[in-house]
């Protein structure tokens, strides 16, 4: 029988099943402020599991997780003491996101080491695993959305905007002009700090990226090398191999 894989970010939730072979085709998702008893049972009807492995970054929200999905067998919480396949260089490691954990093992077995993931989520982060491998530590800056959010909220004439590829820098309308700013500043800072972390290094980094945004970004950053959207639950479905018994 396949093991759930839960994947709680601030945004959403994600829920897929997978085995020792891979991550299956039953898969279903929540916003993560909906989560409770009711709405999971809903989501989850059908999906027959023995195991959990809980990467969360939401303690509210995990707990809750947690409570209704251990009628279906051991939950793991990941965390840098479940057994990870990699060292931890990093002088608290408490304060490693599960979702940072899992983007390392993930990008470790699929591309190698040394190795940069780029997760584009409510924050963006970068995580970079070392020969070792090694979780060696990283950034985190705002995510694209929040910054979107940011504007629309606290200007009294600038609207939320959809953000897509400008059709130029010079904007012709408010809105494209905001988009502009958005696409654009949000890649010179990934570069930038793709730039810095290359150069504390030791070897070129492959250098990989996930989460929500990261196909649009990725698209005018030749320094990404790949974009893959199933990292972190790959990563997930790793830490379950060795840590569900």
Not at 18 to 27: C, N, P, Q, V, Y
Not at 144 to 157: C, H, N, S, V, W
Request: aromatic residues 6%; negative net charge; charged residues 20%.
């Amino acid at each position: 029988m396949p093991w759930l894989l839960v994947d709680n970010s601030n945004t959403r939730t994600k829920f897929a099943l997978a085995d020792a072979t891979g991550i299956l085709e039953s898969r279903a998702w929540l916003p993560t402020p909906d989560i409770s008893p009711e709405s999971l049972a809903t989501a989850l009807k059908g999906f027959e599991f023995e195991g959990t492995l809980l990467c969360s970054v939401v303690p509210e929200k995990a707990r809750i997780l947690r409570d209704f999905l251990s009628a279906h067998g051991p939950v793991h919480p990941l965390s840098y003491q479940s057994d990870t396949g990699l060292l931890i260089d990093y002088p608290h490691p408490a304060q490693i996101g599960a979702d940072r954990l899992a983007n390392a093992i993930g990008v470790a077995a699929r591309y190698g080491v040394p190795a940069i993931v780029i997760d584009f989520g409510t924050a963006v982060t970068f995580d970079v695993v070392s020969t070792g491998p090694a979780y060696s530590g990283g950034v985190i800056a705002p995510g694209l959305g929040a910054m979107q959010d940011y504007l629309g909220k606290r200007t009294a004439l600038l609207p939320r905007i959809e953000i897509d590829e400008p059709r130029a820098a010079i904007g012709k309308s408010t809105i494209e002009a905001m988009q502009a700013g958005a696409v654009y500043g949000y890649r010179g800072l990934v570069r930038e700090i793709l730039f810095r972390l290359r150069a504390e290094m030791s070897g070129e980094p492959v250098i990989v990226a996930t989460g929500g945004d990261a196909a649009l970004i990725a698209q005018g950053l030749p320094e990404i090398q790949y974009v893959d959207p199933d990292l972190t639950l790959e990563g997930i479905r790793l830490a379950a191999l060795k840590n569900i018994h």
